[in-house]
């Protein structure tokens, strides 16, 4: 908030939790929000977290009256997060990868560069 009111900077909420039990708690107080992010890092490789993952952006979706959802991934593609985020883009809210040194460099490497 004071980031906002002070500096006029635009804050988009990361959405982050300790269980998914919990993730209530933590969308508390966004319920206006109409864009989030998350980031897929240590979420892809481990089937237990990347199904945390998936469920936590469900009931993300479900909860938030979202249009925007921006990720913060490192992968050469975007393989991942389009399974990840499968729920998100079905129900229409469209999602942002920004390019980052490590996906360039991943991406570079996935193809051989």
Do not use: H
Not at 18 to 41: H, K, Q, R
Not at 49 to 77: H, M, P, W
Not at 81 to 102: E, L, T
């Amino acid at each position: 908030m004071w980031l906002t009111l002070e500096l006029g900077a635009i804050v988009i909420p990361n959405i982050t939790y300790p269980t998914i039990d919990s993730l209530w708690f933590y969308l508390n107080g966004l319920e206006t929000c109409t864009v989030v992010a998350f980031s897929t890092m240590g979420y892809v490789d481990d089937e237990v977290e990347r199904d945390f993952l998936i469920e936590a952006v469900k009931q993300t979706v479900d909860r938030l009256s979202l249009n925007t959802i921006v990720v913060f991934d490192i992968c050469g593609d975007n393989d991942a997060v389009d399974r990840i985020f499968a729920y998100a883009i079905k129900k229409g809210i469209k999602i942002v990868v920004p390019d980052n040194i490590m996906k360039l460099r991943n991406s570079a490497r996935k193809r051989g560069a």
